[in-house]
């Protein structure tokens, strides 16, 4: 019988033990192996969401405010043609359907493009609060941990106006569905509770949040 190096074991063991402090339950962590960035994750019913935004660096992408620290809180935005190829290798943007299954669980009676239920749950316990405007916090019952990330309009691509972000009051995470030709499904939350649906223009910048395949 062939004996095991001990030095061999010794790497399983470790190997194991990383395994573990990784995943615990419906949470963990994994490492987006382009970059060595460590994310949260978050089995929410039957999928694997991200805990937390991307915050992969690509030519198309910026940080809120255009401040480098906002990336560390909120991840990067991005435009629609980046957001559908920037995910982990095992991860994608999700469709508009599987965002649909995400909001539902939530609220399983939600209809139409708002629910207040839904977004409550939905959005981090804290972020959203500033004592001039009072936004609303949440109660992320479900661990997803949503933050106001803000948005981007780009003119070329390097000059971008940001609404919200870094403090602020809305986020906005794109899908993977086209709308039409010139534009795609997204998800916002903004100062209230609710999580809404609605079509923006591709050439727009918003957070991605990536789907386990």
Not at 13 to 33: E, L, P, Q
Not at 66 to 85: F, H, I, P, V
Not at 112 to 124: F, P, Q, S, V
Not at 179 to 203: I, L, Q, T
Request: proline share 3%.
């Amino acid at each position: 019988m062939n004996k095991v190096k001990p030095t061999l074991l010794a790497a399983i063991f470790i190997a194991m033990v990383f395994t573990i402090s990784c995943s615990s339950g419906n949470r963990g962590t994994f490492k987006d192996g382009r970059d060595g960035k460590t994310y949260k994750w978050v089995k929410i019913g039957t999928q694997v969401w991200m805990a937390e935004n991307l915050n992969f660096k690509t030519g198309n992408s910026l940080c809120s405010e255009n401040d480098e620290s906002n990336c560390q809180k909120y991840g990067r935005l991005y435009d629609w043609e980046t957001a559908m190829k920037t995910c982990p290798d095992g991860w994608h943007l999700p469709s508009h359907a599987e965002w649909e299954i995400l909001v539902k669980q939530a609220d399983p009676n939600a209809t139409g493009d708002w629910d207040n239920i839904a977004g409550t749950k939905l959005k981090a316990t804290t972020g959203w609060i500033d004592e001039d405007t009072e936004f609303v916090s949440g109660t992320d019952d479900l661990g997803f941990s949503a933050l106001p990330g803000g948005r981007g309009y780009p003119s070329g691509i390097s000059s971008v106006g940001f609404f919200g972000g870094g403090g602020g009051g809305s986020g906005y995470w794109w899908s993977a569905t086209e709308f039409n030709a010139s534009s795609a499904w997204a998800r916002s939350m903004n100062r209230n509770v609710g999580v809404e649906r609605g079509s923006n223009y591709k050439s727009g910048l918003f957070s991605v949040r990536c789907l386990k395949d």
